[in-house]
């Protein structure tokens, strides 16, 4: 069965720190990929997502992420995090997710 | 366009009763999945409906079913309530679904108590 993996479970920065967030999928044929943010008290929505093409995706508020495919990996960066980029953060294959990795900025 | 829309938002029962819940997608959707989101599992996929047939399902138990109608609305029942059945439920839509992975956009979910 296809899995995902997310490492980092709980991960605290200082505004302005460099953001990366681990994704590894087990699934080795054509894989759509995305990353989604749960911001307090909203739904669920797409960050930014991969089907084919430039391995480096961008997505709204700053994010990218980079597909590696030799690795398994799809992982989440930002330059520059904000206090509003607090939110709990999701990668998918397609219908699986990771079990999310919050991702708390202070100022 | 209106969102994803889930009824009721919360709900209490006890265990051995039943539950439905209901999920109205974006117009003009036809696929609607099903997601299970709790603290230490996750979001863990229930099934997915793409004209009103199942097309695709995770690993759940047959107490968990669901249904769609030609309006594309959703329906997903919960039978013989356990506690572990506490979560939060997640109903989402895209316009065709399926394998091609196309974004979803998810509802605010019905968070359930099980006493």
């Known amino acids: 069965a296809q899995s995902v993996s997310q490492h980092n479970h709980h991960v605290i920065l200082s505004e302005a720190a460099s953001l990366e967030l681990g994704c590894n999928y087990s699934?080795?044929?054509?894989?759509?990929l995305f990353w989604y943010v749960q911001y307090p008290g909203q739904h669920l929505q797409l960050l930014l997502k991969?089907?084919?093409?430039?391995?480096l995706v961008k997505g709204i508020k700053g994010f990218e992420a980079e597909f590696i495919k030799s690795k398994f990996s799809f992982n989440l960066r930002k330059p520059s995090v904000q206090w509003s980029d607090t939110a709990e953060y999701f990668c998918?294959?397609?219908?699986?997710f990771g079990t999310g990795t919050r991702l708390q900025v202070t100022l | 366009k209106a969102g994803v829309t889930q009824t009721p938002r919360y709900l209490i029962k006890t265990r051995g009763q039943q539950v439905t819940l209901s999920c109205s997608p974006i117009?003009?959707?036809?696929?609607v999945s099903w997601y299970q989101q709790t603290p230490g599992q996750g979001l863990q996929f229930l099934f997915e409906?793409?004209?009103?047939?199942?097309?695709n399902k995770g690993n759940f138990p047959g107490r968990f079913s669901g249904r769609q109608f030609s309006n594309s609305r959703s329906e997903m029942n919960v039978s013989t309530l356990e506690l572990g059945d506490s979560a939060l439920y997640l109903c989402?839509?895209?316009?065709?679904?399926?394998?091609?992975?196309?974004?979803?956009?998810f509802g605010p979910g019905t968070r359930l108590l099980v006493l």
């Open positions: 409906y793409f004209s009103e047939t199942q097309r």
């Open positions: 699934y080795g044929g054509t894989v759509n």
């Open positions: 991969y089907f084919s093409g430039d391995p």
């Open positions: 989402a839509s895209s316009l065709e679904g399926g394998q091609g992975g196309e974004t979803q956009y």
């Open positions: 998918a294959v397609t219908f699986t």
């Open positions: 117009s003009g959707h036809r696929s």
